[in-house]
């Protein structure tokens, strides 16, 4: 019998994406969709969601966008609306520098010669 992985994930791309920006603060979209293995556009549409539910609020510095994440906001759905997403946050805090975590987390990955292609590659030992 072949043992196959699910394809489901217990936090959603939408928290991934929020806990990618309390820990790489000033990451570009691509390298978060890079860790958390999802389109740079992907992360783009999540930006978007999280900022129109004010999760994260939107300031343009330059060129370059910049997003504080509002931690007194209150969690969604019913079974964690009595947290707040600074608490939800505290859970996922790293004791790692983030370019450890890239590593890390991109060591199993393939980006085509664009960034648009990414595949899983499964190291053999």
């Known amino acids: 019998m072949i043992n196959e992985k699910s394809n ?22 691509r390298v ?9 556009r992907a992360v783009q549409r ?6 129109k539910e004010a999760y994260i609020k939107r300031v343009k510095v330059g060129r370059k966008n910049q997003y ?4 007194e906001a ?4 019913s079974v964690n ?3 707040t997403v600074g608490q939800f946050l505290e859970t996922f805090s790293l004791d790692c520098t983030p370019s450890d975590v890239e ?19 499964i190291k053999e030992s």
């Open 81 to 83: 609306g009595h947290c």
């Open 103 to 121: 590593l890390n987390s991109l060591n199993h990955w393939r980006i085509g010669e664009h960034g648009s292609e990414i595949n899983f590659q």
């Open 32 to 40: 978060i969709g890079q860790v958390i293995g999802i389109t740079e």
């Open 8 to 29: 489901w994930r217990l936090i959603s791309n939408h928290g991934l994406v929020l806990i990618c920006l309390e820990n790489y603060e000033g990451y570009p979209m």
């Open 46 to 51: 999540i930006i978007a969601d999280l900022e």
């Open 68 to 71: 504080s994440i509002q931690k």
């Open 74 to 77: 209150k969690m969604r759905h």
